[in-house]
């Protein structure tokens, strides 16, 4: 009997991130949803593995009302080699691209595109495509 309620728990549990995977891709693949927006940042963090760089922000302006904000896969690459790390700093104003749609308590909305002190370090047809080719690769 605990083998059975076991398998039905885990084929509900891959039903429902399959289902929440298949709404993110539908979410970010249409460009109607996203937004441009500014905000001042209070924190720049990589994560452990340095496969994603978490953006803080205060004073948001624009319809992206949020905190936190990431970059990943390829997108992360690009803003690395355009020199975000040197050219990024705590307090400095942003302008960005997001889709402002959360996918659960604490999710983190990824940044599409992204502009620092007038120069843009990552362009919103670039990170478009970058996004959805990492969603449909996980």
Partial sequence: M???????????ILMLVSCDSKEMRNYYSDKDNYVVATGEVTHIKYNDDRTALYIGLSRVEGPAYNDTYKFVGK?????RENGI??????????EFVTAPDTFGNG??????????NGEKLLSFDEGFIN????LAEK
């Fill in 2 to 12: 605990k083998k059975i309620f076991a398998l039905v728990f885990i084929i509900t």
């Fill in 75 to 79: 997108n992360l690459t690009i803003v």
């Fill in 85 to 94: 790390d040197g050219k990024l700093k705590i307090g400095d104003r942003i």
């Fill in 107 to 116: 999710y983190v909305l990824p940044i599409v595109e992204i502009t620092v």
């Fill in 131 to 134: 996004l959805n080719d990492w």
